[in-house]
């Protein structure tokens, strides 16, 4: 069974519009980590959070988690077309040294 | 500058040839991980190696096989034993532990006809 979901699974925004998507576990979380991908590039580590109720902020890029540790948002202001991509959440979980990822968000931006 | 390359950027082979990939990294981390990319997929991890000469399977270990002869290099074997091999290859690599980000290299695509 899938332990971490994405959703939306794709969404198109016009430039300069608010975006939010979302990441949830089926279990605790010890840390979640947010990439962003190009299309047949490799990911790109964008923030990572570890406490419960944790914000962090880069650019125009804010990134949450809820006080349980099961799920994560990451929202973009005023989004612009090189927002756009694929942002994919990975997860650590306690006593397990490895990262589950999510399916990912694929975002178009539309100028 | 320190980070992760993977040769080549795109690869062609023939179905029932054996075909290794690359990866070399000169961030000095412990860990290193294989990653397979199929659409509407996500990542899938097929091997990871904590520490030089010791690796464990991932979840999609079968048909793929590693070595870790060296901290900065981790290559990957993907043998005719693999069904469906077509597909798109990242490596990381990351400090020991979890909570360490994990840094990607640019991936390789692979495509077996």
């Known amino acids: 069974s899938q332990e971490l979901e994405q959703s939306p699974q794709s969404l198109i925004v016009q430039e300069g519009k608010n975006l939010t998507i979302n990441c949830t576990s089926s279990k605790t979380l010890y840390g979640l980590y947010w990439y962003k991908q190009k299309y047949g590039e490799g990911l790109i580590f964008l923030m990572m959070?570890?406490?419960?109720?944790e914000e962090k902020s880069h650019e125009k890029i804010t990134a949450k988690l809820d006080e349980k540790k099961q799920q994560s948002s990451l929202h973009i202001t005023a989004s612009q077309p090189s927002h756009a991509g694929i942002y994919l959440c990975?997860?650590?979980?306690?006593?397990?040294?490895?990262?589950?990822f999510g399916k990912g968000n694929q975002v178009v931006v539309i100028p | 500058d320190g980070g992760i390359t993977q040769s080549p950027k795109y690869l062609f082979r023939k179905e029932g040839q054996n075909v290794t990939l690359s990866c070399e990294q000169n961030l000095n981390h412990d860990a290193m991980y294989w990653y397979r990319q199929d659409p509407g997929q996500g990542l899938r991890l097929i091997y990871y190696s904590q520490i030089v000469n010791d690796f464990q399977k991932g979840d999609i270990a079968e048909g793929y096989s590693v070595s870790r002869e060296k901290k900065e290099s981790f290559p990957l074997t993907v043998t005719s034993a693999q069904k469906n091999p077509t597909a798109f290859y990242l490596c990381?690599?990351?400090?020991?532990?979890?909570?360490?980000?994990?840094?990607f290299g640019p991936g390789t695509r692979l495509t077996v006809t």
């Open positions: 990381a690599s990351s400090r020991r532990g979890d909570s360490y980000e994990q840094y």
């Open positions: 959070l570890q406490k419960g109720g």
């Open positions: 990975g997860a650590a979980y306690y006593g397990n040294n490895r990262l589950a």
